[in-house]
């Protein structure tokens, strides 16, 4: 067993880890996973148990925890009229399946492959975050028909590969397509919950090599309870300051914060 001494921190660094992540999830829409996957694995690494499905183990118990945390964030969102409900229905079936592909991918990649895909979605969406504007407009509404198929489920599929929830990829799509703000945050907390049910129970399937201690499957159980207690804490205080502040600056600071948490996992994958 890990002795108290080497636990200790961890748990500490993960209530602090949490309480920003609910935040983050509650006022800019894009989920804590973005937060916690690279937290999750910089920690597990710092202890020694870098094995070779590490990222799985991150991913896996950070989609467990959007399973709690989305629930708590619907809830807030829709008190607030925020959530579309209609929207959520149409697109679940899409964002469903596209979840079950992205863990079944997910399982049989390694380690250091689905860092690098991390790296290069994470900047991609750090670079969004500070330069997207909400002017933008695609459509005055979102897709029906095959596209609708295809785009819920490269929404589910890509974040599962990232262990997140739906606001990443759900929020910046629903805006292009006409949708207020607020509601696009409220509605992709909904998808976050459709993407995360069946991808965390898949990883809780998984056997996983040189899993850190009190782990089942790819899910760390310490990390899910500290992590879970935090985030239903601290996610109501974001859903709040969402609706009564312009989080814009905050948002550009956390893009910056996101490009160089990216650029650095690239490093670690390309050995430097």
């Known amino acids: 067993m890990t002795d108290l001494a080497t636990w200790l921190p961890m748990l500490l660094l993960l209530v602090f880890i949490g309480g920003i992540a609910g935040v983050i999830a509650g006022l800019l829409g894009v989920g804590g996973g973005i937060v916690l996957v690279p937290a999750f694995f910089y920690t597990f690494s710092h202890l020694g148990y870098d094995g070779p499905q590490l990222m799985q ?19 807030a969102h829709d008190r607030k009229g925020a959530v579309d409900w209609d929207l959520l229905k149409g697109w679940a079936p ?3 399946i596209g979840a079950v592909a992205g863990f079944l991918l997910a399982s049989q990649l390694k380690s250091v492959t689905l860092q690098a895909v991390f790296g290069v979605l994470g900047l991609l969406a750090g670079v969004w975050m500070a330069f997207g504007r909400a002017d933008w407009h695609l459509a ?4 029906q028909g095959p596209a609708k198929w295809g785009m819920g489920g490269g929404l589910g599929l890509l974040s599962v590969l990232m262990g997140i929830g739906g606001g990443t990829f759900g929020v910046p799509m629903m ?3 006409g949708m207020p703000i607020h509601r696009a945050v409220g509605t992709a907390s909904g998808f976050g919950l459709i993407i995360a049910i069946p991808s965390a129970i898949g990883f809780l399937t998984m056997r996983v090599e040189g899993a850190p201690p009190l782990s089942l499957g790819a899910v760390n159980l310490p990390a899910f309870a500290v992590i879970v207690a935090m985030t239903l804490l601290t996610t109501p205080i974001g859903v709040h300051l969402a609706h009564a502040m312009n989080p814009k600056p905050l948002k550009r600071a956390f893009a910056a914060f996101l490009v160089l948490v990216a650029l650095n996992m690239l490093r670690k994958v390309a050995g430097w």
């Open 57 to 75: 183990v991150c991913l896996g118990t950070s989609l467990a925890t959007i399973m709690a945390t989305a629930m708590r964030s619907v809830r």
């Open 94 to 96: 899409s964002i469903a």
């Open 140 to 143: 005055d509404r979102l897709p």
């Open 175 to 177: 805006t292009l397509f």
